[in-house]
């Protein structure tokens, strides 16, 4: 079994972060999807290990609900045939057609790291992985492929991943890199950050990124939103709105916070005269373009931000309009055209009026939705601590049939 190790985690950080210091307050950030709760049992190891001593292995998908003792399920992708799910201990690929079939994949079969940030999926269903302090990595079945700092990304800590119709552009924490993917991508890596931008990106810790179809491109970022587009950056932040104002959260943030015991990032306050760390608004932490292309954004404290990518106004919600809190940690948008919101105190449905929360009480069993993901079967998947959730969309109606 594996265990997290924070002095070893901190010291990577340290390691690779090349163009600024890392601190203990985004070392913290990590424990926060790392390391929530207490270490994690042996029941998923077991389970795997059954599978290669030929006990019968149960069905993922004859549950609703299962545990993955892997500490917290970071990201969710679901292809035509297999489900990929990151997590703090491995990649985890499951055959929904074939539901005896899994395999888990960490750093003894070529992943330079066992933390899953990132993944996006190629037009043949094969992923693309952002790791934490691994670099990005790429896997066709078969083979795998790695790119670290040596062949020309700022950083080894890819936090998140898109595409355009030329290139692959990845969120950093030293920035953002791009590259020609109809060329040999390790060749021709370039960067964005704070500096060769001239201050238009306007944070070069990145933790999102969305692209436009008409080639804009979105960047989420410890400071706010940067845009760029035809050559031309705009940076947004709490003083255009971003986020909603203390006042409106202070209450709410303040009974959530001392859950967490001292275990939150404690960046340095984007907000002057606020000296607080339940409220950072200009800290991106999820980040959604839908299919009417208006830009959600989830903030830390500051709840959910919606951005007109036209008029670059923004409108706010917290838990004053309904949402279960104000610490957005995942967005999706099912194939219905419903808006899901995880947050830090369960999972919301916004059908554009309303809020419809779900927590443990409705059958969830984390409290914390770190990621989501919407597949072609009218299936949502919820990933939270150590737990997938699979929710039943009726297509219909656009609700759960699975959740009281």
């Not at 791009?178 to 238009?200: E, L, R």
């Not at 948008?333 to 919101?341: A, M």
């Not at 369960?346 to 009026?353: A, Q, R, T, V, Y």
Request: charged share 20%; net charge neutral; glycine share 10%.
């Amino acid at each position: 079994m594996i265990l997290f190790n924070a002095p070893k985690y901190a010291m990577l950080a340290k390691h690779y972060s090349k163009s600024q210091q890392v601190t203990w307050s985004h070392i913290i950030i990590i424990l926060i999807y790392l390391y929530l709760l207490p270490d994690f049992v042996d029941s998923f190891e077991k389970q795997i290990e059954k599978i290669t001593t030929g006990e019968p292995y149960p069905h993922i998908l004859k549950k609703d609900t299962f545990t993955l003792n892997t500490r917290n399920i970071k990201v969710i992708r679901a292809g035509k045939k297999y489900l990929w799910i990151g997590t703090s201990n491995g990649l985890i690929r499951y055959d929904t057609k074939e539901e005896e079939q899994i395999e888990v994949y960490d750093n003894k079969h070529q992943l330079l790291s066992n933390g899953i940030f990132a993944i996006s999926l190629d037009k043949n269903g094969w992923p693309w992985i952002g790791t934490y302090g691994g670099g990005l990595s790429y896997f066709n079945g078969s083979n795998w492929k790695n790119y670290n700092t040596p062949d020309g990304l700022n950083d080894a800590f890819v936090y998140d991943i898109a595409w355009d119709k030329e290139k692959i552009w990845l969120a950093t924490w030293s920035g953002v890199n791009f590259s020609n993917i109809n060329q040999d991508i390790a060749k021709t890596w370039a960067s964005f950050t704070v500096k060769n931008s001239d201050g238009g990106l306007i944070d070069d810790w990145v933790y999102a990124v969305e692209v436009e179809k008409s080639g804009r491109i979105w960047f989420g970022t410890e400071s706010g939103i940067s845009t760029y587009y035809k050559g031309k950056w705009k940076g947004l932040n709490n003083t255009n709105g971003l986020g909603a104002s203390y006042n409106l959260v202070k209450e709410k943030n303040r009974e959530i916070m001392s859950l967490f015991k001292g275990q939150h990032h404690n960046a340095s306050p984007s907000i002057p005269n606020i000296q607080t760390a339940d409220y950072k608004p200009n800290y991106i932490v999820s980040m959604l373009l839908d299919e009417k292309n208006r830009l959600w954004i989830g903030t830390w404290g500051g709840g959910l931000s919606l951005l007109d990518t036209k008029t670059f106004k923004f409108r706010n919600f917290t838990t004053q309009d309904g949402l279960p809190g104000n610490f957005i940690l995942s967005i999706e948008e099912d194939h219905s055209g419903g808006l899901w919101i995880g947050t830090n105190d369960g999972l919301s449905l916004f059908d554009g009026k309303n809020f419809l929360n779900f927590s443990r009480i409705n059958g969830l069993k984390s409290k914390f939705i770190f990621s989501l993901e919407a597949a072609q079967d009218h299936s949502l998947w919820v990933g939270g601590h150590q737990t997938l959730t699979r929710i039943i969309i009726d297509p219909t109606s656009g609700f759960p049939l699975n959740l009281q």
